[in-house]
């Protein structure tokens, strides 16, 4: 059996209140400190209710809408990785310069992605 961690709470309401907790100072900290984050965030409350409006079954809502919280997610992945990193060392290393490095190269696709999806759903209605 392994030990278990101080750090671990054992469950119940109070574990799920505390993980509430946790999460909203998360989004908090990405806001005040990630500008990209704050980009995004507002890009994506433009744009989530017009994917809304624009798509035309469930599927496509989900699609448009969804995309754009994916960018979010990876995004704040990514700045936990480089805040990680930055906590460790903000001499030039070149594993935490790769892992910076990754992390960028996971937003950058995610963002990619996003767009052939919204293309996918719109070029076609504009060309037929």
Request: hydrophobic share 55%; net charge positive.
């Amino acid at each position: 059996m392994t030990p278990s961690s101080p750090y671990k709470s054992t469950g119940g309401l109070i574990r799920i209140i505390r993980a509430l907790r946790y999460s909203l100072q998360g989004l908090g900290a990405a806001w005040r400190h990630e500008a990209a984050f704050r980009q995004e965030t507002i890009l994506a409350v433009i744009l989530i209710p017009l994917g809304l409006w624009l798509g035309n079954t469930a599927g496509e809502r989900l699609l448009l809408s969804g995309m754009l919280v994916g960018v979010l997610i990876v995004e704040l992945i990514n700045s936990a990785i480089e805040a990680l990193a930055d906590a460790i060392s903000t001499d030039q290393h070149p594993l935490l310069g790769r892992a910076k490095d990754i992390g960028s190269a996971a937003v950058l696709l995610m963002l990619l992605l996003t767009g052939a999806a919204w293309a996918s759903v719109l070029i076609p209605r504009w060309i037929f």
